[in-house]
Structure formats: structure tokens, C-alpha cells
């Protein structure tokens, strides 16, 4: 094993977290805002790109691997979290908005995962997380998470998030399955990724499921979220008031700052 070896435990059910348990001298990289909690004795530290080592050192080479996060939308930074005491430490992760953790061993998966860009979480030291690059232009204009995509490297834990309920796919070699551009979260190395429009003028226009699916083809693995975050935003958007609230909403806020304030 060339990751740290890493014990974990998941709690919750829509709101959930994950509780890793560090041996001495073992280290867990995490998302920069993703910590929640940690023991005593565990040393946090700030560092560019995902800390794996990988093929470059030094400045220069921190540089282009922090570069790499920047182009999937995420910080600059992530943060180490080291056991630096002498027994078992714990150290835990939170989700940022409801959905599910999922845990992914990668030494089970050829040593490397494609997802998308906002779903790591937190990994054993040594995980890569880099950047992978849609190779046809229908993908990257219309595939849901554009032209890059984040993929994790090693032989490690890792944890991925997404929203709603997680289902996983394992597809055989030549089988397909066709699902909303922005309901896919994770897939194996090997799994074939396409644009397909939408049949039918009608579908197209007025199905409300938007022009294109993913079309996922085998031999591999695929995880699917139920509820998109982006969806999730969009829903919250649409039903917020555009003036402060409606007349009866409005009446309810009233009456609440009115009571507090003894009138």
C-alpha cells in the first residue's frame, strides 16, 4: 500500500459525516471546509494540491498541482489532518448539503476513479486528485460538468459526496445506461462516457429533462445521485420570494419580529 491505511465509520442518514479513525504518524487530506471535529493530539496543517508527492517536488511542482484544483473549481488549498500521538485518533468530515458519503477503496477500482468536480471529501495521504479532461467537445459542452471532470489516483480510501440517494451501476461489457447529464457522480476508468440528444422535437422542447443524457457504456462501475445539487439550488431559487415573501409570509415574519420586540 502506498496510501495510509485508514479505518472509518459513517454516521447519519441525510446529513451525514465520516468519523476516520488515524493510527500514529497516519494522515487523512480533506477538502478545504469539509473538517467537522478531531481528538486531541491530531496536527492540522494547510498545503497546496492533495499532498500525494506525486511525480513533481518541489515549488514549481506544488504550483501546478494546486493550478490543477483551480481548474475544477476547488481551493488552492486542502488540509492535512496527522495523528501525532502515541494511540488511535479520530478525526471527522462533514457533508455539505444532504446526500450521502460514499466510501470508495480505490485499490478495488484499478487504482483510479473519475467524478465529478464537487464530490471529494476527504482521502488517505497519498490519494491523488487531479483533474480529467472530456476528450469530445459534446461532452464538454454539454455533458453537465463540463470539459473537467476531478479523478482520484492510488490505492487508498476515499470519500466521495452527493445528493439525495446513491445508487451503483455495475455495467457489463457493451451495456448501457442513459441518465440526466447532472445525476452522475462517479464512474471506473473503464466505463465509456457520451452526449446523446434527446429523440423527438416534443421530448426535447417541452419533456422538461433537458436536451441531452449521459449514455454510460460498460465494462465498469457507476454511481447516480437522485437530487443534483444544482437542481436542488434551482428548486430553492424558483420558490424564493422575489419581494421579501408573499402577503401571508410577510403577515407570519411581522407578527414574529412584532412579538419579539413586545409590541
Known amino acids: 500500500m502506498n496510501n495510509h491505511e485508514i479505518d472509518y465509520k459513517i454516521y447519519g442518514d441525510d446529513m451525514q459525516f465520516v468519523e476516520v479513525e488515524l493510527d500514529p504518524q497516519e494522515t ?4 478545504a471546509g469539509s473538517f467537522m471535529m478531531m481528538d486531541d493530539d ?17 515549488l514549481m511542482g506544488k504550483l501546478f498541482s494546486a493550478g490543477k484544483r483551480v481548474l ?3 481551493s488552492l488549498f486542502m488540509t492535512t489532518f496527522t495523528n501525532a500521538g502515541a494511540g488511535k485518533r479520530h478525526v471527522s468530515f462533514a457533508s455539505p448539503y444532504p446526500g450521502k458519503i460514499i466510501p470508495m477503496d480505490l485499490s478495488q477500482f484499478n487504482g483510479k476513479i473519475v467524478c465529478q468536480k464537487d464530490a471529494f471529501l476527504a482521502a ?3 490519494v491523488q486528485v487531479g483533474i480529467e479532461f472530456q476528450r469530445k467537445i459534446g461532452v464538454g459542452f454539454f455533458g453537465g460538468e463540463g470539459f473537467i471532470m476531478q479523478k482520484l489516483e492510488g490505492d487508498g480510501m476515499a470519500f466521495v459526496h452527493a445528493g439525495g440517494m446513491i445508487i451503483k451501476k455495475d455495467l457489463l461489457p457493451g451495456q448501457s445506461l442513459r441518465v440526466d447529464t447532472g445525476c452522475l457522480v462517479a464512474m471506473t476508468r473503464d466505463v465509456h462516457y457520451d452526449i446523446e440528444f434527446v429523440k423527438g422535437v416534443k421530448t426535447a422542447l417541452f419533456g422538461g429533462e433537458g436536451l441531452f443524457f449521459a449514455t454510460l457504456r460498460g465494462p465498469g462501475s457507476v454511481w447516480i445521485q437522485s437530487l ?6 434551482s428548486r430553492v431559487f424558483a420558490a424564493a420570494p422575489s419581494r421579501g415573501g408573499g402577503k401571508d409570509e410577510g403577515s407570519i415574519a411581522r407578527g414574529l419580529f412584532d412579538m419579539f420586540n413586545g409590541d
Do not use: H, Y
Not at 28 to 31: G, H, L, Q, S, Y
Not at 228 to 233: D, G, I, M, T, V
Open 28 to 31: 487523512v487530506v480533506a477538502e
Open 72 to 74: 475544477t473549481g476547488e
Open 124 to 126: 488517505a495521504k497519498g
Open 42 to 58: 491530531i496536527q492540522m496543517e494547510t498545503i497546496f494540491g492533495d499532498g500525494s508527492g506525486g511525480s513533481v517536488s518541489g
Open 228 to 233: 443534483p445539487f444544482s437542481r436542488l439550488a
